[in-house]
C-alpha cells in the first residue's frame, strides 16, 4: 500500500483548492449572484431537477439564472438545458471525477455575472470526490433517489455532511421498493441536524414549488446580508 | 487550473498499480481463483447481485465462493453477504473512491485462496475513477441500473469500456421510466462491441440464471486454459 503518498497530495490540493474557492466567492459576491452546487450519484435526477425548478422559478419571480454543466464526457445535459433557453456552459473534466475551485472561477470567468442571480453547478454524477471539493458555492445541494435505497447516509456520510439541502427524487417509485423514509431521515439527521429535507418527483412536479421556494428564501437572505451596513 | 500536475501523479500511480495488478494475477492464477471486479453507481444494486448469483451458483454447481466488500465506511454489506452465510471480508478505503491493486494485495493474503474459486469484489458505487484502476481482476463486470436512465455510456465511457459484462438491473422498473433499451444498448456497443448484456432483476430473479451460467462458463474456461500444456 502507498496509500499514504496519495493523502498527502490531496491534503495539499485541498488546501490551495480552498484558496481559490475563496477568490470565487468574492467574485459571485460582488455580482450578487447565488450559487449552487448541485450533487448526486449518476441518474439521480440532476438535470431534470435543474430544469423543472428552473421553470417553476421562471413563472413565480423575476430570477435570471444559468446554468454550469459538469461531465467527464459529452454534451448531453447542457444540450437540455440550452433546448429550455436557459444559459448553459458546459465543463468537461476529462478524467476527473469532481469539480474544483478552479474548474470554477475558470467558467464564471466567461459569464457576465451581475446578470445572473442564480447560477446552478451540476456537478459530476458522484457521491465521493465532489463533497471533497470546495467549489465556492453558496450552498451545497445533494440529491437521493428512491432507487439508490435508504442505506447511503451510512456509506458517503462526507456528501451528506457537506449539504444543506437533501432532495429526495423519484418518491413516486417508492412503492416499487423498500425505501423506508423514516429511516433514511433518521440516518441523515444524525450526521446533520441542520439538514433540509425535500421530498420531490421531477417527473410528476410533486413537492418542486416547496423546493423552489426554499431557494428564492436562499437567494433573498444572500442580498438582504449583502445589503447590511 | 493546476490540472497538469494532478494528472502527471495519476499517470505514475496507475504505472505502479499496473504491477501489482500483475502480482495479484499470478497469485489468483497459482490459486486457481477467478476475481470478478463487479463496479456500479451507488444504489444500482451490486450487493443485491452478489447475493442472488451466489444463491444460484449454490444450487446449480459447487463453486467455492468469497466477497471482498469495499466501502467508504460502513460494513454494512458485508454483514448482508455474511448473514447469508459467504465469506466477506471487508476493506475500508477511507477517503479513496475505488478499490486500486495494492488494497486487493493486501486482502487476498488474509483469505485461503486455494480453497476459493470465486472471488467477487464489488467495487466503491461510482462509475468513473474505479473504471482507471486495475484491481488484478480476471473479468470487469458493471451493473447500470434503469433508474439511472439510457445516456450513461456517453457520459461514463471508459466504464462501458473497460467492462466484459454489463448487467442491466431493475428492469422491473422499466414500465416507470423513458429508458429505451435498444438506444441503450446501440450506445453500449459503440463504445465496446464485445459487451455480454444481461437483463435482470434483483428483485424479482428474473435473467439471474443466464448471468450465473456465465460466470460458470467463464471460470470453466479459465481451469481449461490453466490446464493447457
Known amino acids: ?9 490531496g491534503e495539499e490540493i485541498h488546501g490551495d483548492n480552498k484558496r481559490e474557492a475563496s477568490r470565487v ?7 450578487g449572484t447565488t450559487m449552487i452546487n448541485l450533487m448526486a450519484s449518476p441518474g439521480a435526477g440532476k438535470t431534470s431537477l435543474i430544469l423543472k425548478t428552473l421553470e417553476a422559478l421562471k413563472v413565480d419571480s423575476p430570477i435570471r439564472a444559468a446554468v454550469i454543466e459538469a461531465d467527464m464526457d459529452s454534451m448531453v445535459d447542457s444540450e437540455k438545458i440550452a433546448a429550455a433557453g436557459i444559459e448553459a456552459v458546459q465543463v468537461r473534466t476529462g478524467g ?12 464564471i470567468q466567461t ?5 445572473i442571480d442564480l447560477l446552478i453547478l451540476e456537478n459530476v454524477g458522484n457521491l465521493i470526490c465532489p463533497a471533497q471539493f470546495d467549489t465556492g458555492a453558496d450552498v451545497n445541494v445533494m ?4 432507487p439508490e435505497g435508504d442505506d447511503k447516509p451510512l456509506k458517503y456520510p462526507l ?8 432532495i429526495i427524487n423519484k418518491i413516486d417509485f417508492l412503492e416499487l421498493t423498500d425505501f423506508d423514509m423514516k429511516k433514511l431521515q433518521d440516518r441523515v439527521l444524525r450526521l446533520n441536524p441542520d439538514m433540509k429535507i425535500f421530498e420531490v418527483s421531477c417527473r410528476t412536479g410533486e413537492g418542486i414549488s416547496r423546493w423552489s421556494e426554499w431557494i428564492v428564501s436562499r437567494i433573498a437572505a444572500r442580498s438582504a446580508a449583502r445589503l447590511k451596513p
Not at 502507498?2 to 498527502?8: A, D, S, T, Y
Not at 466567492?25 to 455580482?31: C, F, K, P, V
Not at 459569464?111 to 446578470?115: H, S, T
Not at 456528501?159 to 437533501?166: I, K
Request: proline fraction near 2%; glycine fraction near 0%; charge should be negative.
Open 1 to 9: 500500500m502507498n496509500n499514504i503518498r496519495l493523502i498527502e497530495i
Open 25 to 31: 466567492r468574492s467574485l459571485l459576491d460582488s455580482a
Open 96 to 107: 476527473f471525477c469532481h469539480v474544483d475551485a478552479w474548474m470554477v472561477m475558470k467558467t
Open 111 to 115: 459569464l457576465d455575472l451581475p446578470q
Open 143 to 146: 440529491i437521493l433517489s428512491v
Open 159 to 166: 456528501m451528506f455532511r457537506e449539504c444543506e439541502a437533501l
